[in-house]
Nanobody, 121 residues
């Protein structure tokens, strides 16, 4: 089992940047493709980005393509999300979770506490 702790959120103006980090415990972290998800108030949680278990390939939701970059460091058991050109509609609580690579669904039913991102206009 992998336990997940997200961090790095905050309040930023539109057009600004933030870098989120997900720290995972568990010796099997590097065997999972990893994804970032977000949940805005009153909305369902949605897929944002995913990266392969080696980190060699990734894919994104259309709404963040070209603005967000996902990366991972298997030696440190971390997966990051660099978010640039932020928009007010990016405001949400962000979570990480393993995924089946190529899909947009989380593998685990349990989630970390998430990290709040608020983008002001």
């Amino acid at each position: 089992q992998v336990q997940l702790v997200e961090s790095g959120g905050g309040l930023v103006q539109a057009g600004g940047s933030l870098r989120l980090s997900c720290a995972a415990s568990g010796r099997t972290f590097s065997s999972f493709a990893m994804g970032w998800f977000r949940q805005a108030p009153g909305k369902e949680r949605e897929f944002v980005a995913a990266i392969s278990w080696r980190g060699g390939s990734s894919y994104y939701a259309g709404s963040v393509e070209g603005r967000f970059t996902i990366s991972r460091d298997n030696a440190k058991n971390t997966v990051d999300l660099q978010m640039n050109s932020l928009k007010p509609e990016d405001t949400a609580v962000y979570y990480c979770n393993p995924v089946t690579y190529g899909g947009t669904q989380s593998l685990f039913g349990s989630w970390g506490q998430g990290t709040q991102v608020t983008v002001s206009s």
